[in-house]
């Protein structure tokens, strides 16, 4: 990742690399997990991702290493951007650019981003008031949406907890549609760790539970959702286990008027980190 500007990398050039160059082997190593550790990198795919990834290099919270793109109008403002800020550009193949992509409809534009390396101590250094904690949540989809709405809801951190999906996987990234450079993300395997670094930082650990004899309804009346709060989500199967739920203040379920059996967890964490939420800003 750290050669030289390569000839497709500069204005004036058309030849583009093919899925077989080195360059584009080297990053597709990064769809893999083992890949990125290796390298301390991840891929930011799609305009959305790669803009914030440069606004991110542009103020120094994180640094872009490399962009893929292929000869698409639509690529031309942010290849520029790159271009401005010494990032190297590297024009690709739609083929290359499809090994780089874990989508059905790959967009064409891949940045290379160093993976950031963030302390659970760093995450809640500066003692926000709404904090998202995901324990053993496997679906990567599922893990970036609540990026997304954390980083909505104005959630200080996301913390991932035990054997939760890489937050940098491909479709984690993808749909937390750039929030994740917005927000500290921190990965501890210690769920008692975790939770203890929030209560540390002076967080209530309020678990997210279908079958809770208290609801959000009743927490919002008694005022308890105005304080600073950990929310803590489990796995889309079998949600908190019980050694988890143990260690908590108190559980809650999000109230059905309906006819439906349940929320899937990304829509249920949405309602509950914006009833935190508004809660707080009232």
């Not at 940045?111 to 500066?126: G, H, I, K, N, Y």
């Not at 993300?185 to 967080?203: E, M, S, Y």
């Not at 959000?216 to 908190?240: I, Q, S």
Request: glycine share 8%; hydrophobic share 45%; with cysteine.
């Amino acid at each position: 990742m750290a050669e030289r500007t390569s000839a497709a990398s500069r204005p004036g050039t058309s030849t583009p690399l093919t899925e077989r160059s080195s360059r584009v082997a080297v990053a597709r190593k990064l769809t893999r997990r083992a890949g990125r550790e290796k390298a301390g990198a991840f891929l930011a795919e799609g305009a959305q991702a790669v803009g914030e990834a440069l606004a991110a290099n542009a103020d120094g919270t994180l640094r872009v290493r490399d962009v893929f793109a292929t000869e698409q109008p639509r690529h031309v403002e942010l290849v520029a951007r790159a271009r401005a800020q010494s990032v190297p550009v590297h024009l690709v193949t739609e083929r290359a650019a499809a090994s780089l992509s874990e989508t059905v409809t790959p967009q064409g534009l891949i940045a290379v981003c160093d993976l950031p390396d963030t302390s659970l101590a760093a995450a809640l250094a500066e003692r926000p008031e709404l904090v998202a904690v995901l324990v053993g949540v496997a679906d990567p989809g599922n893990a970036g949406t609540v990026v997304r709405v954390a980083d909505a809801a104005g959630a200080g951190a996301v913390l991932f907890a035990g054997d939760t999906v890489d937050a940098f996987n491909g479709k984690a990234v993808r749909a937390s549609t750039g929030s994740l450079f917005h927000l500290p993300i921190a990965r501890d395997r210690d769920v008692t760790a975790v939770l203890a670094a929030c209560r540390a930082a002076g967080l209530r650990l309020v678990g997210a539970d279908g079958h809770a004899t208290s609801d959000l309804d009743a927490a919002d009346r008694g005022g308890d959702l105005a304080a600073p709060t950990a929310w803590v989500f489990g796995g889309e199967a079998h949600g908190l286990p019980a050694e988890v739920k143990s260690e908590l203040d108190t559980t809650l379920r999000v109230p059905l008027y309906g006819r439906a059996e349940s929320l899937n967890l990304a829509t249920a964490a949405a309602v509950c980190l914006y009833a935190s939420a508004r809660a707080q800003h009232r």
